[in-house]
């Protein structure tokens, strides 16, 4: 069975300084076509950074659309341009948590929204951490927590920690750690 649709027409209704908004036209495997609402992002990373005390790396920051602080894994944004994702992860672990990590494990990619967003966010576990100074963008207030992986896990599971990124990182990273691969 056929589910591809083929793009006919792209239509940018909004450029921005994070994202673009387009409205395209498909076709649909029916013959049929349909409208389909796309944000573009550049992707990001996230990176669930685990010191020698078992715990986790995480900060807490206001994020504007939902209008609370949330816990996170240290994560950013892609540069514009296909910026390799563990400069980036490396980069936004520094920049947050003044963090550097030895090894770095790649824990796969997260599409966060499908249905309209070609978001692709790159998981990184790291290890083997030494610590500096933070240098946060002009632009970003970030407190940093450690958090012990179990209680990372648990918090999760009661749905203390609404991010999916960190969810997802968390809960990769355990089952790492459960079959000895981090």
């Not at 796309?38 to 990176?47: A, D, Q, S, T």
């Not at 540069?79 to 520094?94: A, Q, V, W, Y």
């Not at 240098?135 to 918090?155: R, S, Y």
């Amino acid at each position: 069975m056929n589910l591809e649709e083929k793009t006919l027409e792209k239509n940018t209704l909004f450029s921005g300084r994070i994202i673009n908004l387009r409205r395209d036209t498909a076709l649909l495997p029916n013959g049929a076509t349909a409208t389909r609402e796309v944000v573009e992002h550049p992707g990001g990373v996230c990176v669930a950074a685990l010191d020698d005390n078992e715990n986790l790396l995480m900060v807490k920051q206001f994020r504007y659309p939902y209008m609370e602080v949330i816990l996170e894994v240290p994560a950013g944004k892609r540069d514009k341009g296909g910026e390799d994702p563990l400069t980036c992860g490396k980069r936004e672990l520094k920049e947050e948590t003044g963090a550097t990590a030895e090894h770095y494990v790649p824990l796969g990619e997260l599409y966060p929204s499908p249905g309209y967003c070609d978001e692709i966010i790159h998981l990184f576990a790291a290890k083997g951490l030494t610590f500096g100074e933070t240098c946060p963008d002009e632009d970003e207030f970030v407190a940093v927590e450690k958090i012990p992986l179990e209680t990372a896990v648990q918090m999760v599971l009661n749905g203390e920690i609404k991010d999916a990124k960190t969810q997802v990182c968390i809960l990769k990273l355990k089952a790492l750690k459960e079959r000895g691969l981090f």
